[in-house]
């Protein structure tokens, strides 16, 4: 059957490159005639049949701009068979043929359930500053949070360096430290702290003591929200978008056991606003043009993915088993630096 209407969302936190992705699907569409309706808060907007058709004209002026036009919600569509009956309800009301659900891990595990449980013909595209997605390299968001994480910890050197001082700084990375983990090796950050790799306050206290006796009087130290010390379960308040406070934790220990001056900086939702970098509008637009181009080949239950330079399929039901760790072969070698 043609797809002739295509419904696309954007669920879960939003991410620069959101835009660009809703802009690639409207022009693409367009070239097949194809018509597409915004759904309005992600999966709410389905539940509540909030919805408005896109054009070529809705879309001008849109790929620089972040956040999403659309707006974004984590409602999830299958917590009631209600809300679950209304999307399917609304899904044929609409006429949609198709629907693109532009999403992280909670959105696209929803959408994957969607799929698996009532047939919902839907494509997932995968977004998030995190980057853990499974199947594909990398998701668009990540690279402008990294960009803003370099900036940081550029801005912060030249403030320690004056000081004399150990500048702690906190970046997302809930479960997974691959904004920190790039962000640090960017910046030249002398010790990066992730989630995969519990810490130990001697160990890091021990590098940042060696770095000072060879003469290098200030240190910047990146940490991912969700690192936590070896033997101890991950902070308890996160992923909920306010520090869980593990800068401050460290920033104290240093100063206590090293006996220097700290300070901590936060960068929170900074990391997740704004204008998208060049690379994650080019990835987020080409995902956009295959996103259609799947509907229009009936590829549903597939994401689009990333890998190497080619788009390819990844199965919903493998792309969100589990988050995408930092590999930590990888991580050695941002060690290479630290000290
Ligand atoms: O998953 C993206 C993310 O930005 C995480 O890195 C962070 O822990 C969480 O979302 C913050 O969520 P919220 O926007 O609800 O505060």
Redesign the pocket.
């Known amino acids: 059957m043609a797809v002739k209407n295509i419904g696309i969302l954007t669920g879960?936190?939003d991410c620069p490159g959101l835009n660009a992705v809703i802009r690639a699907v409207v022009r693409r569409a367009e070239r097949d005639d194809i018509e597409v309706l915004g759904i309005r808060n992600g999966f709410l907007g389905l539940i509540e049949g909030d919805v408005e058709p896109l054009t070529t004209f809705s879309v001008i002026g849109i790929l620089p701009k972040g956040g999403t036009i659309l707006g974004t919600s984590r409602v999830n569509p299958v917590r009631s068979s209600q809300d679950k009956d209304r999307v399917l309800s609304n899904m044929h009301r609409f006429g949609l043929d198709a629907l693109i659900v532009v999403g992280?891990d909670g959105t696209l595990k929803a959408a994957y359930d969607l799929h698996a449980s009532a047939g919902v013909p839907l494509i997932g595209v995968p977004k998030?500053?995190?980057n853990d997605l499974r199947g594909t390299d990398y998701t668009f968001g990540f690279d402008t949070a990294v960009n803003v994480v370099r900036d940081a910890v550029d801005r912060l050197h030249s403030t320690a360096e004056s000081h004399h001082r150990v500048m702690v700084v906190e970046v997302?990375?809930?479960t997974v430290g691959w904004i920190a983990m790039a962000g640090g090796i960017a910046g030249g950050a002398d010790l990066i702290l992730i989630p995969e790799k519990p810490y130990r306050l001697e160990e890091m206290c021990a590098v940042l003591d060696s770095r000072r006796r060879r003469g290098r009087t200030f240190s910047v130290v990146v940490v991912a929200?969700g690192a936590a010390p070896a033997g101890e379960p991950p902070p308890a308040d996160?992923?909920?978008?306010t520090s869980t406070g593990v800068g401050y934790r460290i920033a104290a220990e240093i100063g206590r056991r090293l006996g220097v001056e700290t300070r901590v900086t936060v960068l929170g939702?900074i990391?997740?606003g704004g204008s998208p970098t060049a690379f994650d509008r080019i990835l987020a637009t080409r995902l956009g043009v295959r996103a259609v181009e799947f509907c229009m080949r009936g590829m549903f239950g597939q994401m689009v993915a990333l890998q190497g330079t080619k788009l390819v399929p990844v199965p919903l039901e493998l792309a969100t088993a589990g988050p995408k760790s930092v590999d930590l072969e990888q991580f050695a070698e941002a060690e290479v630096f630290f000290g």
């Open positions: 879960g936190g992280g998030t500053i995190d997302m990375g809930n929200e996160v992923g909920r978008g939702h990391q997740r």
